[in-house]
T-cell receptor, first 114, second 114 residues
Framework: AQSVSQHNHHVILSEAASLELGCNYS??????LFWYVQYPGQHLQLLLKYFSGDPLVKGIKGFEAEFIKSKFSFNLRKPSVQWSDTAEYFCAVNRPYNTDKLIFGTGTRLQVFP | DTGVSQNPRHKITKRGQNVTFRCDPISEHNRLYWYRQTLGQGPEFLTY????????KSRLLSDRFSAERPKGSFSTLEIQRTEQGDSAMYLC????????????FGQGTRLTVV
């Protein structure tokens, strides 16, 4: 069965620090990869997605992620975080041309202090 | 607002009561998903509709849970004889059909069983 692992459960950073959140998945076939963000009191929103092509994908708000197929990884990065990035971040995977149901990781809670 | 809409936002019920939640997807989306999210976890897939057909149900979905999408538009999720373990956030998402599509989430219904 597919699974998604997020290694960092809780990350605390100061503003302007760099961010990298780890995500690994277990599935040998073709996958789509996603990062969703959930700001306090709000619904899940898509940060970025990878379907195919350039393994370095750019999302909203300065986030990017790199798909490394050999490592089954899709780590999320941001060079300089802001207080407004405080949120919970979820990595997710699905198999295209299937049900497209998403398998989520357990999430990483990011707190950014001014 | 043309996003995914869920009602009610919050529901408190006594153990043993039945509850029903509603989801209105984005109008042109023919795929609809229900997920459940508990504290400290990522969303877990419950069930999936393509138009009015329920095509997949998770093993998490016990016999007390039933979902419908009668006309391929809105969907309802009913929980009968609620238990304290049913307390969670119930999320609805919708997407277009196709291999490389993204899901849009509603704000969820938070169920508390007392």
């Amino acid at each position: 069965a597919q699974s998604v692992s997020q290694h960092n459960h809780h990350v605390i950073l100061s503003e302007a620090a760099s961010l990298e959140l780890g995500c690994n998945y277990s599935y040998g076939g073709t996958v789509n990869l996603f990062w969703y963000v959930q700001y306090p009191g709000q619904h899940l929103q898509l940060l970025l997605k990878y379907f195919s092509g350039d393994p370095l994908v750019k999302g909203i708000k300065g986030f990017e992620a790199e798909f490394i197929k050999s490592k089954f990884s899709f780590n999320l990065r941001k060079p300089s975080v802001q207080w407004s990035d405080t949120a919970e971040y979820f990595c997710a995977v699905n198999r295209p041309y299937n049900t497209d149901k998403l398998i989520f990781g357990t999430g990483t809670r990011l707190q950014v202090f001014p | 607002d043309t996003g995914v809409s869920q009602n009610p936002r919050h529901k408190i019920t006594k153990r043993g009561q039945n509850v029903t939640f509603r989801c209105d997807p984005i109008s042109e989306h023919n795929r609809l998903y229900w997920y459940r999210q508990t504290l400290g976890q990522g969303p877990e897939f419950l069930t999936y509709f393509q138009n009015e057909a329920q095509l997949e149900k998770s093993r998490l979905l016990s016999d007390r849970f039933s979902a419908e999408r009668p006309k391929g538009s809105f969907s309802t999720l009913e929980i009968q004889r609620t238990e304290q373990g049913d307390s969670a956030m119930y999320l609805c998402a919708s997407s277009r059909q196709g291999g490389n599509t993204e899901a849009f989430f509603g704000q969820g219904t938070r169920l508390t069983v007392v």
